[in-house]
Nanobody, 115 residues
Framework: VQLVESGGGLVQPGGSLRLSCKAS????????MRWYRQAPGKGREFIGA????????SYADFVRGRFAISRDDASNTAYLQMNNLIPEDTAMYYC?????????WGKGTLVTVFS
């Protein structure tokens, strides 16, 4: 199983970024894909998840409509669209999948929101 995040970078407050998570090594369409983040000095925080099987996409309360998760099963890619970014969104962003009875993580992509 391999997960590779991309799309992070530097952005000003109010800006937008779209993160991607390219997956391989498992049947992507069958599994829920999750996004997490970890800010400096803090624990890893759940952002949301999406499942083709259930048709459900869910979010943590703090997202408040600013983020949107989607997926393209044809290309084995999950996305995290982030809008109206604020400095508190500065973090490493990770995608995650539980498959073959294990949690799998990518190496993350860094998002820095600065003014």
């Amino acid at each position: 199983v391999q997960l590779v995040e991309s799309g992070g970078g530097l952005v000003q407050p109010g800006g937008s970024l779209r993160l991607s998570c390219k997956a391989s090594g498992f049947t992507f369409s069958l599994y829920e894909m999750r996004w997490y983040r970890q800010a400096p000095g803090k624990g890893r925080e759940f952002i949301g998840a999406t499942s083709t099987v259930s048709g459900v996409t869910s979010y943590a309360d703090f997202v408040r409509g600013r983020f949107a998760i989607s997926r393209d099963d044809a290309s084995n890619t999950a996305y995290l669209q982030m809008n109206n970014l604020i400095p508190e969104d500065t973090a490493m962003y990770y995608c995650n999948v539980f498959v073959y009875q294990q949690n799998h993580w990518g190496k993350g992509t860094l998002v820095t929101v600065f003014s």
